[in-house]
Nanobody, 130 residues
Framework: QVHVVESGGGLVQPGGSLRLSCVASGGATLDYYVVGWFRQAPGKEREAVSCISANNGDGTTKYIDSAKGRFTISRDNTKNTVYLQMNSLKPEDTAVYYC????????????????????WGQGTQVTVSS
């Protein structure tokens, strides 16, 4: 069983930055997994924010339009961790952020649909407010 755990959320002022981390446990090597970041704001549906292909994939990273130029997804294989660096944060970025993973297997890129992911973390709250 793969477990992923998010951390790094918090309260930040508009224009500020946060770095979210997604760590795998249970013996899983996150290198071999496609990883996505999702978020859900109160009263809204969950939406994909970003994803990154597995290390044996095509190197794909994707972002929703509102995150392009502000968020960066990356891996640190030495720490078995995937990061989401979020800069120039806006109040509309306020949400619970979830990390999700699926074994790379036949995935060459990375999906931006929650149904394609198998393992989910418990979420970390990000609040952007002055």
């Amino acid at each position: 069983q793969v477990h992923v755990v998010e951390s790094g959320g918090g309260l930040v002022q508009p224009g500020g930055s946060l770095r979210l981390s997604c760590v795998a446990s249970g013996g899983a090597t996150l290198d071999y997994y496609v990883v996505g970041w999702f978020r859900q704001a109160p009263g809204k549906e969950r939406e994909a924010v970003s994803c990154i292909s597995a290390n044996n994939g095509d190197g794909t990273t994707k972002y929703i339009d509102s995150a392009k130029g502000r968020f960066t997804i990356s891996r640190d294989n030495t720490k078995n961790t995937v990061y989401l660096q979020m800069n120039s944060l806006k109040p509309e970025d306020t949400a619970v952020y979830y990390c999700a993973a699926v074994y790379g297997g036949t995935w060459y890129g990375c999906p931006m649909k929650g149904d394609d992911y198998k393992y989910w973390g418990q979420g970390t709250q990000v609040t952007v407010s002055s």
